[in-house]
Nanobody, 120 residues
């Protein structure tokens, strides 16, 4: 089995920063794309940022210039540095990864989510 465990959420004032981290564990042969998504109550989950195993990145327009995604392939971790946070960034943030287990097919996994609240 593969598990994705997020950490780093919390309450921050507008203009502040938070860093989210996600660690993948289990029977992992390789990880392709890793990413962060977010979801507000009653809304669809939306992409925040993606990063490939080679380090290519893609960001939602709403976070470009403020958020930075990075990963450590040796440790199977992905992080999201969030700066200049706005109240509109308040959501539950989910880690996502395409994982290949023991040379098998790629499968998609989700973390349990971590709450980010931006409020004064």
């Amino acid at each position: 089995q593969v598990q994705l465990v997020e950490s780093g959420g919390g309450l921050v004032q507008p203009g502040g920063s938070l860093r989210l981290s996600c660690a993948a564990s289990g029977s992992i042969f390789s990880i392709n794309i890793m990413g962060w998504y977010r979801q507000a109550p009653g809304k669809q989950r939306e992409l925040v940022a993606l990063i490939t195993s080679r380090g290519s990145t893609n960001y939602a327009d709403s976070v470009k210039g403020r958020f930075t995604i990075s990963r450590d392939n040796a440790k199977n971790t992905v992080s999201l540095q969030m700066n200049s946070l706005k109240p509109g960034d308040t959501d539950v943030y989910y880690c996502n990864a395409d994982v290949r287990r023991n040379s098998g097919p790629l499968r998609n996994y989700w973390g349990q989510g971590t709450q980010v609240t931006v409020s004064s």
